[in-house]
């Protein structure tokens, strides 16, 4: 018996297939990847010491042994301030000096300062008006899409609203319009009633596993208040990394060392239209266990086989 | 300077950045999977004598040693008849009984088996009328999301058209209301004319790299006539069979044993309207070389660094 459901954030249409989890599978390239061991490697243009195979250096923050969050020109741009028709800039936040650091072993300090970067940079490149969106996300291991392994985030600013943004905004638009509600607040009472998929509440955000969702184990972290993520305090910062930190040492124990992205979905910027009503700020965790096959690229239609609730019972912290 | 351009018959939004296929990559786990050395394992349900291990056989066809090619029931179907909201039937189709077989060393013979397999199932799919769709595609290796090794494809029947191909259609659609010509048409003439992107082309089949698409290094192989998929003839089959048999042995010598999957988009069926005079029933060949990371999940926008002309050069055949 399967069901079809739509992502109510995305309008994403996802077949519910509890039994697939169940199917065989060829032990080959199953594996994890190696974890790095070396906190420094002479190769690698992310290590301290290595400063000199970066880009301007845009941001710092130091602690006794030099620098410990690093942002950078990136040497590759996906956009760049050349074209008419989409510019922008794109920056990497070198997330810490330690070349085996990352989302698993990070301390609650360290996640701080990448959010203070995180926030710092996403603050400078919204000083320019032709800037509509910023656009600030993380892959971490090569199936996750990153090319190089020293852990880093990324931020881009655009002249345009991208559209999977836009189409979260009309959707959530479109449903304040119908209820005089915010879709997210909607959500957020739900899960908070069912209860069974919270990873984590307090009075700012509110952690779960989404049962409906394209990517299977994703994770969605909403923001409770009408803030915009560059209108967090110094206090909210190190709560959120708080969280994150907690979150990820459990992702450790359910999934290991498995590749993941970040994608922070906030507001576009300089636009005419506020979406402060209805819209939300919020983070896509999203663990890269499983691969879409041609199916979904041949349909746009996924295929769920995640229990969320056993999920985020096994994710659930303090 | 990037340049912002939308894939004709998707409208997927791709940023041209032809910079970034140089930017610096980690070496490791960017090797691909081992090639299968065995033709028969004990282990593997699809091997020839093993069909203990599979359900009930829908077709095949039969060589000297036993069979060639064989279908059977999916044991763990994306769908299945016991719903109301979505239904369909969903079997595995073997693509060749060597567990060592793959598109990148079969033989013309054995694709002309497996496209014969493919169309009988198509036909015998259809049959049922509350079906509105069928899919056809391949997954090969674990990062195109097979989850076993020996080489299948998959049919599946729905019992709607899913978002990709409706997606598809509209556009095709709207483009014959505005111009009075198919899209696929004048893709065709374009691709034609340009030649830099053609890696062949005879009275039936155009294949080409096209410039804008969101998986780098995408191959589209379009139906120059009105035929959909099940209307091919023995002929057609074989022909298209050789194709993929030259097609293969090229994309082995540029990428090596590298995953990959089939779509064959065609039209739906038992549906009121026809699409036969702007739509055209196509193939997307799709190397899964590079990983989607944080930026497109986030945004929904593709980044190209493919040079097309030169990837055509490279896998033209005659």
């Not at 741009?77 to 989302?103: A, C, K, Q, W």
């Not at 957020?188 to 990873?199: A, F, G, M």
């Not at 709560?239 to 906030?266: D, S, W």
């Amino acid at each position: 018996m399967k069901e079809l459901r739509r992502d109510p954030i995305t309008n994403d249409i996802v077949v519910l297939a509890k039994n697939r989890s169940k199917r065989p599978m060829d032990k080959v390239n199953n594996q994890n990847d190696k974890e790095v061991i070396e906190e420094y490697r002479k190769d690698c243009p992310f290590c301290r010491g290595n400063e000199k195979h970066t880009e301007k250096c845009t941001f710092e923050i130091k602690g006794e042994d030099g620098w410990i969050v690093r942002s950078v020109y990136n040497k590759f741009p996906i956009v760049d301030s050349l074209s008419e028709e989409i510019f922008g800039h794109h920056e990497v936040m070198i997330d810490t000096n330690r070349h085996n650091g990352n989302f698993y072993n990070m301390s609650e300090e360290e996640f701080f300062y990448l959010l203070k970067m995180y926030k710092d940079r996403y603050v400078f490149m919204a000083k320019n008006e032709q800037v509509k969106y910023i656009s600030i996300f993380k892959n971490f291991l090569r199936r996750a899409g990153a090319s190089l392994i020293h852990p880093h985030s990324q931020i881009i600013s655009l002249s345009i609203v991208p559209p999977e943004v836009e189409n979260e905004i009309n959707i959530s638009k479109r449903y304040y319009e119908k209820n005089n509600k915010s879709l997210y607040e909607y959500i957020i009472e739900s899960e908070l009633k069912y209860q069974e998929r919270v990873i984590y509440d307090n009075k700012d955000y509110l952690l779960v596993v989404p049962e409906i969702a394209k990517y299977g184990g994703e994770i969605r972290l909403f923001f409770k208040s009408k803030k915009r993520f560059e209108e967090l305090k110094e206090a909210e910062l190190k709560e959120l990394g708080r969280i994150l930190e907690r979150l990820f040492k459990k992702m450790y124990e359910v999934h290991g060392y498995n590749p993941f992205n970040i994608c922070i979905h906030t507001h576009p910027i300089n636009t005419d239209e506020k979406h402060e009503e209805h819209f939300r700020t919020h983070i896509h965790i999203i663990p890269r266990k499983y691969s879409f096959g041609g199916f979904e690229l041949s349909t746009d239609l996924y295929v769920s086989s995640i229990n969320a609730d056993e999920l985020a019972k096994k994710l659930r912290f303090d």
